[in-house]
């Protein structure tokens, strides 16, 4: 497939007029082929008018048409080929396996959604029927459903290039609630993105949809994601990547005439609390599988574990040095980008500057000049408590271990800690009680706690929550993964006293689209 380097908009290609981009090998910091021309805010204006217009018809599709385009990216993704994974490796430095299965993945949750348009569960029907001689005063016919919000900005992240980017997991929970979408191409991996949304594009176009239902824009990071952010034809936002960037949008979305929301997911460390018992087995695994979570990807994982507490005394010690033993024979991969690397050294400097610090690990630097070394340090609780350095998020292979006492000390701990997407506790039957009385703190502070586990891997599903309170994302009620995450893009209507002629199709008592229902209060299930 020829790279055409100009932004999708409307089914058209359209050459920008406010500069040029490349993308990088950050490998060998070759500057990638071809350029990509770059639009302008008023040239943004197109893809914007263009998706409200697509609005009313898309958002109106029947179940099984727009499942259909659904499954149809998918298998458009797929049948770009090993052309998307070279490209991919190129602008990453990510190896062919991981990003076989980033696209299994991306592919996957598009055929989930598809599943999920299909059943109609989605569309929170509830209809509560008249009763007209009910004293003192009759209740009229109320009927409710969720409808999209309008058209979505979804912004592409720099570590997921295919399942949090142009067709990931923001893109495809948009489009099966019904948004059409405009995506901001991360200008870090251009020539992926140009690949995925020319398999959109081709989606749109062969079922016949408007056009307007998706484009995809190349342009200077912070103006066009500011314009789009304030556009009046956009009705949400979502957003993978930085606190800064994240907060940013948050606050233009907020001063417009009309806020819209902003679904940003930010930062976190994503603690790890390793109980007594958990170190009575085998200590050596337990440190190497912690290793292993920290340095996969690189660290450029937004659940890579950041923080692991460990019991003070002689099994603690016993843990630093597996964990030492353990990092010391690994080597640094290379990251994402050469700023990403460099964002990464600041941080470990500067945890590795803070008072009370100590290195307890470092591995050897990479082949690469972006390849820098994976280290872990080591602090005790009254020194993490007390500096706010030791909180801060290091987007990369680096993490902190701190001492602790009793389950006391976990408590105060956790009740510092921001917002995060994710807390991992090793506990044995043994430390069950005390585990209990930490439960309810860490309730407050993440979106998905797990036993016995490590946090890096992310199952698409229903159950599964990827959010958690400010800063890990900008609104705690919600997950930018699994089926839940269409929510994001509804909103409830009610309608009193309608006509059966005037219902729309999921509020009519024939039930067309044949979607699970509540019956005043009572599940009507789907046929």
Same mark, same amino acid.
């Given at each position: 497939?020829?790279?055409?380097?100009?932004?999708?908009?409307?089914g058209?290609?359209?050459?920008?007029?406010?500069g040029?981009?490349?993308?990088?090998?950050?490998?060998?910091?070759?500057?990638?082929?071809p350029?990509?021309?770059?639009?302008?805010?008023?040239?943004l &204006?197109?893809?914007?008018?263009?998706?409200a217009?697509?609005?009313?018809?898309f958002?109106?599709?029947?179940p099984e048409?727009?499942?259909?385009?659904?499954?149809?990216?998918?298998?458009?993704?797929?049948?770009?080929?090993?052309?998307?994974i070279?490209r991919?490796?190129?602008?990453?430095?990510?190896?062919?396996a991981?990003?076989?299965?980033e696209?299994?993945?991306?592919?996957?949750?598009?055929?989930?959604f598809?599943?999920? %348009?299909?059943r109609?569960?989605?569309?929170?029907?509830?209809?509560? !029927?008249?009763?007209?001689d009910?004293?003192?005063?009759?209740?009229?016919?109320?009927?409710?459903?969720?409808?999209?919000? $309008?058209?979505?900005a979804?912004?592409?992240?720099?570590?997921?290039?295919?399942?949090?980017?142009?067709?990931?997991?923001?893109t495809?929970?948009?489009?099966?609630?019904?948004?059409?979408?405009i995506v901001?191409?991360?200008?870090?991996h251009?020539?992926?993105?140009?690949?995925?949304?020319?398999?959109?594009?081709?989606?749109?176009?062969d079922?016949?949809?408007?056009?307007?239902?998706?484009?995809?824009?190349?342009?200077? $990071?912070?103006?066009?994601?500011?314009?789009?952010?304030?556009?009046?034809?956009?009705?949400?936002?979502?957003?993978?990547?930085?606190?800064? $960037?994240?907060?940013?949008?948050?606050?233009?979305?907020?001063?417009? !005439?009309?806020?819209?929301?902003?679904?940003?997911?930010?930062?976190?460390?994503?603690?790890?609390?390793v109980?007594?018992?958990?170190?009575?087995?085998?200590?050596?695994?337990?440190?190497?599988?912690?290793?292993?979570?920290?340095?996969g990807?690189?660290?450029?994982?937004?659940?890579?574990?950041g923080?692991?507490?460990?019991?003070?005394?002689?099994?603690?010690?016993?843990?630093?040095?597996?964990?030492?033993?353990? *990092?010391?024979q690994?080597?640094?991969?290379?990251?994402?980008?050469?700023?990403?690397?460099?964002?990464?050294?600041?941080?470990h400097d500067?945890?590795?500057?803070?008072?009370?610090?100590?290195?307890i690990?470092?591995?050897? &630097?990479?082949?690469?000049?972006?390849?820098?070394?994976?280290?872990?340090?080591?602090?005790?609780?009254?020194a993490?408590?007390?500096?706010?350095?030791?909180?801060?998020?290091?987007?990369?292979?680096?993490?902190?271990?701190?001492?602790y #006492?009793?389950?006391?000390?976990? *408590?105060?701990?956790?009740?510092?800690?921001?917002?995060?997407?994710?807390?991992?506790?090793?506990v044995?039957?043994?430390?069950?009680?005390?585990?209990?009385?930490? *439960?309810?703190?860490?309730?407050? #502070?993440?979106?998905?706690?797990?036993?016995?586990?490590?946090?890096?891997?992310?199952?698409?599903?229903?159950? %599964?929550?990827?959010?958690?309170?400010?800063?890990?994302?900008?609104?705690?009620?919600?997950?930018?993964? $699994?089926?839940?995450?269409?929510?994001?893009?509804?909103?409830?209507?009610?309608?009193?006293?309608?006509?059966?002629?005037?219902?729309?199709?999921p509020?009519?008592?024939a039930?067309?689209?044949q979607?699970s229902?509540?019956?005043?209060?009572?599940?009507?299930?789907?046929?």
């Amino acid at each position: 497939m020829t790279l055409q380097g100009h932004s999708l908009i409307a089914g058209g290609t359209v050459i920008g007029t406010s500069g040029t981009a490349h993308g990088f090998n950050p490998a060998t910091n070759e500057q990638l082929e071809p350029a990509y021309t770059l639009v302008t805010e008023e040239q943004l &204006k197109a893809a914007t008018a263009a998706a409200a217009d697509a609005f009313d018809s898309f958002s109106t599709l029947d179940p099984e048409q727009h499942a259909r385009f659904l499954d149809a990216i998918a298998e458009n993704i797929e049948a770009v080929g090993e052309e998307l994974i070279v490209r991919a490796g190129q602008e990453t430095g990510l190896p062919a396996a991981r990003l076989q299965g980033e696209r299994a993945r991306t592919t996957g949750q598009l055929r989930l959604f598809a599943d999920v %348009v299909r059943r109609g569960d989605f569309r929170g029907v509830r209809i509560d !029927p008249a009763i007209p001689d009910r004293a003192p005063l009759p209740r009229a016919d109320i009927r409710q459903r969720q409808i999209p919000l $309008g058209p979505v900005a979804v912004f592409g992240a720099s570590n997921f290039p295919l399942a949090f980017s142009v067709a990931g997991g923001d893109t495809a929970s948009a489009f099966a609630a019904g948004c059409p979408v405009i995506v901001k191409a991360h200008n870090a991996h251009p020539g992926t993105s140009e690949l995925v949304g020319q398999a959109i594009a081709k989606a749109v176009t062969d079922l016949g949809l408007h056009p307007g239902v998706f484009s995809l824009i190349y342009g200077p $990071g912070s103006s066009i994601g500011q314009a789009l952010a304030a556009d009046p034809a956009v009705k949400a936002v979502g957003f993978t990547g930085s606190r800064a $960037g994240g907060t940013a949008l948050m606050r233009t979305a907020a001063a417009r !005439p009309e806020p819209i929301p902003v679904y940003a997911e930010m930062s976190s460390i994503n603690p790890v609390y390793v109980f007594p018992g958990a170190l009575n087995a085998d200590i050596e695994s337990l440190a190497k599988q912690y290793v292993t979570s920290v340095t996969g990807s690189s660290g450029q994982l937004c659940t890579s574990p950041g923080l692991v507490f460990v019991p003070a005394g002689d099994a603690g010690n016993r843990f630093a040095a597996a964990v030492t033993d353990a *990092i010391t024979q690994l080597s640094g991969q290379t990251m994402l980008s050469g700023g990403i690397a460099s964002a990464w050294q600041h941080g470990h400097d500067a945890l590795e500057a803070s008072a009370d610090v100590e290195l307890i690990g470092r591995g050897k &630097k990479g082949p690469t000049e972006n390849a820098p070394a994976p280290a872990v340090f080591g602090a005790d609780l009254d020194a993490f408590t007390s500096n706010p350095v030791l909180h801060e998020e290091i987007f990369g292979a680096a993490s902190l271990a701190v001492r602790y #006492k009793d389950i006391d000390d976990l *408590i105060r701990a956790t009740r510092l800690l921001e917002g995060q997407l994710t807390a991992s506790l090793h506990v044995t039957e043994e430390d069950f009680a005390a585990a209990s009385g930490l *439960i309810p703190a860490l309730e407050r #502070k993440v979106g998905r706690i797990i036993i016995n586990g490590w946090p890096t891997g992310v199952e698409v599903g229903h159950a %599964v929550v990827h959010g958690g309170p400010y800063p890990a994302t900008s609104d705690s009620k919600t997950t930018s993964v $699994g089926t839940l995450a269409i929510n994001r893009f509804l909103r409830p209507v009610a309608y009193q006293n309608f006509p059966e002629q005037l219902r729309p199709a999921p509020l009519q008592d024939a039930n067309p689209w044949q979607v699970s229902r509540l019956i005043d209060g009572t599940p009507e299930l789907a046929q």
